[in-house]
């Protein structure tokens, strides 16, 4: 209803300038006219004028009509300098709120529901520095005032902050052109009024904000580092704590760019991905896909066996992929790309100096330009009765364990339904263990959409896996898992009990807690990958918000040149493209939003699905489990807010939709590139030919079918 109000509103007032022409009063001649003709009557009746006057203005402002210029000129000619430019300074400010307001109510959910996700960083810099952007744009007349309040209304930043800084960031321009119309018989036109240095000086005045706020930054950063000693000559460009995704690739675009960088580590090259994540798991995920391959041979012509599945050879495989990879990440390949590798434990004693626990005894302190922190994560261990004492493996300790043993442990209970708890619970089941998964949500996977992880849960069903959900744990005892459910309490006896309900990231004995560097579950930094000190940054799992290697490589670049160059040019990380995928079988694949966080987000999306049983690679493979869901925004734009993948290689599938989204090509793009048959990345054309189906125009085909018609007699 408010809605309608207000469009009602803005349609009268436009109707009734044309009705009344209007116009033809809001130019330089027509004021002109009006001055000379109201100047009697104006110093009879100074009140009602002044109010006439200022409704006028007003309405002239808020239905964003032209002639608001004309008017403040007409402003200084009938009511002098003072009382004009008081005028038109609270007319100008009541104005530009309702039209800003005006917008904000009418097109601003429509707006941000077809453009939401682009409009976030435009709200994100405008909460930080909305306040700076408007009033740079008051203080220029040149640019539009009518465009500024509407703009303005579609985006986040608060109608408090519109008012203030637009109140004083129009102030000196009323100024100025009141000030001219107290010699409104002397102009004979507008269009010289903006003359080049007029224009130059407001531009000026403009940039003062930008430049306060420069040197109250350097004033923080003065504040920051008070109580600190700067060293005078460094010993390093930077050092870089923790070789994992984000360590490696810090350092190592740092000695590329030729900085001098010391890379510590106190444990393994290469971090957990190659050495208890990423890697191990892949390779064990392969071996016990090949054994399930093995025992339903029957699906592609062959007499199924049950595989026999000789545990410790099957993990000394693992192990061995881990030695092929190391070479990639050893100190003896860093050092010879030019950094400094020093195994120990790192402490940073101050904001410029870093002191290392040499795992070979002794220490050794450097003084360093900057720093990163790139220290990693480590599994999360709830809090739960007799877990301490339970002899419970983690994503970390398993691998060392298991590679002992001759046999898979016969009965294994892992608690966490996310990504690592699937992935290790259907490979275990598939190499022999009964595995019994339990999770407290009611679904496995359960950031993904329902159908995703519907089909994620049949699989590993398929697999041999118990799947509890809505299980809570509540304690451990003699080899025994108790979980509570709303069916009441069961028991999940083990052979072994893997806890694999997350990740949180490595915070402590880095010297965070002693040098104040802000923590919440990560360490706090800015878009720049900063903390509170301008020369300490943080990569990687340790700075969130995402726990992948992927994401780590590419926040190291941000981190990296930004602590190197920062000075001349910093660089946001950029977070709008992250694919991610669950090494299930099949694969879960997704980049960008799915239905659940679209509907959470109040965003309004058009979903298209393409369901693998048909494409023919995936027949003659016998691998049609799965789809490609698209999603695109309501109302028929082919621009990809996400794509979910779920089949056989859903991983490599997906990175068509990864380099569309992040240069921006549509459906229509995918829809006109050749793709080989028969391969599985089909999928990802017909998805895009199904979305061109639904919007096919059915009119002009209509017409089409005549003229064929026409043509055969």
């Keep these: 209803m408010k809605k309608i109000l207000i469009i009602l509103a803005l349609a009268a007032l436009i109707a009734a300038y044309f009705a009344f022409d209007l116009g033809s009063y809001l130019t330089l001649e027509g004021i002109k006219a009006l001055v000379a003709d109201w100047q009697d009557f104006y110093s009879e009746n100074q009140f009602l004028v002044l109010a006439v006057f200022f409704l006028i203005y007003v309405a002239v402002t808020a239905a964003s009509?032209?002639?608001?210029?004309?008017?403040?000129?007409?402003?200084?000619?009938?009511?002098?300098?003072v009382t004009g430019t008081v005028l038109v300074s609270f007319a100008s400010t009541l104005g530009a709120t309702l039209a800003f307001l005006s917008s904000r109510y009418v097109l601003r959910d429509t707006i941000e529901a077809r453009f939401g996700e682009r409009l976030k960083a435009i709200n994100s810099g405008l909460e930080r520095d909305g306040a700076f952007y408007l009033f740079t744009l008051r203080m220029i007349p040149a640019v539009p005032f009518f465009v500024i309040n509407l703009v303005m209304g579609l985006t986040r930043i608060k109608t408090l902050t519109f008012v203030i800084v637009s109140q004083i960031g129009m102030l000196l321009g009323t100024i100025v052109f009141v000030n001219l119309g107290t010699r409104l018989a002397e102009i004979e036109s507008t269009s010289g009024l903006l003359s080049p240095a007029l224009l130059g000086s407001f531009v000026l005045l403009a940039i003062v904000p930008w430049i306060a706020k420069g040197i109250v930054?350097?004033?923080k950063r003065r504040r920051v580092y008070k109580g600190f000693t700067r060293p005078k000559r460094y010993d390093r460009n930077m050092v870089v704590i923790g070789a994992g995704a984000a360590g490696l690739v810090s350092s190592?675009?740092?000695?590329t760019v030729k900085a001098k960088v010391t890379l510590v580590e106190a444990h393994e090259m290469g971090g957990d991905c190659l050495n208890t994540g990423c890697v191990p798991s892949k390779a064990l995920i392969k071996s016990a896909k090949v054994a399930e391959t093995m025992r339903k041979a029957d699906r592609y012509g062959i007499a199924p066996v049950e595989p026999k599945v000789p545990f410790k050879q099957t993990m000394a495989r693992v192990m061995d992929v881990i030695k092929t990879i190391e070479p990639h990440d050893s100190v003896e390949r860093y050092e010879g790309l030019g950094v400094d590798v020093v195994k120990g434990y790192a402490k940073i004693v101050d904001p410029w100096t870093v002191e290392i626990a040499l795992n070979d005894g002794g220490t050794q302190r450097l003084t360093t330009r900057s720093i990163v922190i790139a220290s990693g994560a480590e599994p999360v261990v709830p809090p739960i009765e007799g877990i301490e004492t339970s002899g419970y493996l983690t994503s970390e300790t398993m691998w060392e364990v298991f590679s002992h043993m001759d046999e898979a442990p016969a009965r294994v209970a892992v608690l966490g339904g996310g990504p690592i708890g699937c992935e290790l619970s259907q490979s275990l089941a598939r190499l022999g263990s009964k595995v019994t998964q339990v999770e407290m949500e009611d679904h496995v996977l359960g950031r993904e959409d329902e159908d995703v992880s519907n089909l994620a849960r049949k699989a590993l069903e398929e697999s041999g896996v118990t799947v509890l959900t809505g299980h809570r744990a509540v304690r451990v005892a003699d080899g025994t898992l108790f979980t509570e459910s709303s069916a009441g309490e069961a028991a999940v006896p083990y052979d072994a009990l893997i806890i694999a309900v997350g990740r949180k990231a490595r915070l402590t004995g880095f010297g965070l807690e002693e040098l104040g560097i802000d923590t919440d579950r990560t360490v706090v930094?800015?878009?720049?990958?900063?903390?509170?000190f301008p020369n300490i940054f943080a990569a990687g799992d340790v700075a969130g918000p995402y726990q992948f290697t992927h994401t780590a490589s590419h926040q190291a670049w941000f981190a990296s040149v930004n602590a190197l160059f920062g000075q001349f040019k910093k660089f946001k990380a950029d977070y709008r493209v992250?694919?991610?995928?669950?090494?299930?079988?099949?694969?879960?694949?997704?980049?960008?939003?799915?239905?659940?966080?679209?509907?959470?987000?109040?965003?309004?999306?058009?979903?298209?699905?393409?369901?693998l049983d048909d494409l023919d690679r995936a027949i003659a493979e016998s691998e049609t489990k799965g789809f490609v869901?698209?999603?695109?925004?309501?109302?028929?734009?082919d621009t990809i807010l996400g794509a979910t993948i779920v089949g056989n290689n859903a991983g490599e599938l997906l990175a068509e939709y990864v380099l569309a989204m992040k240069h921006k090509l549509g459906l229509n793009k995918?829809?006109?590139?050749?793709?080989?048959?028969?391969?599985?990345a089909e999928a990802n054309k017909f998805a895009a030919g199904d979305w061109k189906k639904a919007h096919k125009p059915e009119r002009l085909l209509g017409w089409v079918e005549k003229y064929h018609d026409w043509r055969r007699g």
């Design 670 to 680: 995918i829809l006109g590139t050749v793709h080989s048959y028969p391969t599985m």
């Design 65 to 81: 009509l032209p002639g608001a210029l004309v008017m403040t000129l007409a402003a200084g000619a009938m009511f002098g300098l």
């Design 217 to 219: 930054g350097a004033i």
């Design 578 to 611: 992250i694919p991610a995928v669950t090494f299930l079988d099949p694969e879960v694949a997704r980049v960008g939003l799915n239905e659940k966080e679209a509907a959470e987000q109040g965003i309004e999306v058009e979903v298209t699905r393409y369901d």
């Design 629 to 637: 869901k698209v999603l695109t925004p309501a109302g028929g734009k």
């Design 252 to 255: 190592l675009i740092a000695s």
């Design 525 to 532: 930094t800015d878009e720049f990958l900063a903390t509170k």
